[in-house]
């Protein structure tokens, strides 16, 4: 297992994407929140936080993620290779979740650089350090997790199907309506008392949550049940092909 992650982590740092992926994020990011003059502005804003830059992100993720995982089964299953892949020593979950990782370590390594965002507003503020480092921390986290989820998205989007462009749309789709697609939903008058419901359903009432720099434990749970079912839900299509 170690080997094969090793091997899936290469395939993204040896090749261009890898690269392309973390560059965006990061330009994408320091343009909204140094360059334009626009309301997620931090110098604009006046204020030493970075809420500007965990609204942002989620909405790259959106998009990106997708760009790295749309490979993930669906190169293999074009090229006929995913025979010999389920062929090797190792349990078909383990090879999902080896995947998995791969994307998710991916997600981590781009966030790591904007730490110095941090440090700036830090550094900024008025009086130095008036930053709510709480806060920070659990967006931090939330962030991760979010990254977490639409990385298993993306994984089963590409399960799906043998054409990258697909598995991206697929993936972008999916990605928005469990994000901010349930919530948008949750207005609506029509669904009376189901609007609690469809918005805990979404990843964005529990990524707000965190960022309010409480952790709860229902918020977790959500997220590593979230990213379980489309884990799951990846074996199940690629089992499939047994039948």
């Keep these: 297992m170690k080997a094969l992650y090793l091997k899936e982590l290469r395939s993204f740092l040896s090749s261009i994407i890898g ?3 973390i560059a965006i994020f990061l330009i994408l990011n320091s343009l909204f929140l140094w360059v334009f003059s626009y309301e997620t502005n931090i110098l604009d804003g006046g204020t030493a936080d970075l809420r ?4 942002i992100s989620p909405i790259i993720f959106l998009i990106l993620i997708p760009a790295i995982t749309m490979r993930s089964f669906s190169e293999e299953k074009r090229t006929g290779t995913i025979e010999l892949l389920f ?4 349990s078909d979950f383990s090879i999902i ?4 990782l791969a994307g998710l370590t991916l997600v981590i390594i781009s966030i790591l650089p904007t730490l110095i965002y941090y440090f700036t507003v830090h550094a900024l503020g008025e009086p130095v350090g008036i930053v709510d480092d709480g806060a920070t921390i659990t967006s931090y986290l939330g962030l991760i997790l979010v990254g977490a989820c639409l990385v298993s998205v993306g994984i089963f989007a590409s399960s799906i199907t043998d054409s990258q462009i697909v598995s991206f749309i ?10 901010m697609g349930l919530d948008l939903l949750a207005v609506f008058s029509q669904f009376g008392g189901l609007d609690l419901v469809l918005r805990n359903m979404g990843i964005m009432e529990h990524y707000d949550s965190i960022q309010r720099g409480v ?5 977790l749970i959500y997220f590593v049940s979230f990213a379980a079912v489309f884990l799951l839900s990846t074996k199940l299509v690629l089992q499939s092909r047994k039948w």
Aim: charged residues 15%; without cysteine; glycine residues 4%.
């Design 87 to 90: 062929t090797r020593p190792i």
């Design 19 to 21: 690269y392309i992926f």
């Design 97 to 100: 979740f080896t995947k998995y």
């Design 215 to 219: 952790l709860d434990t229902r918020d």
């Design 52 to 55: 500007s830059f965990f609204g």
């Design 170 to 179: 697929l993936a972008m789709f999916l990605s928005w309506f469990m994000f």
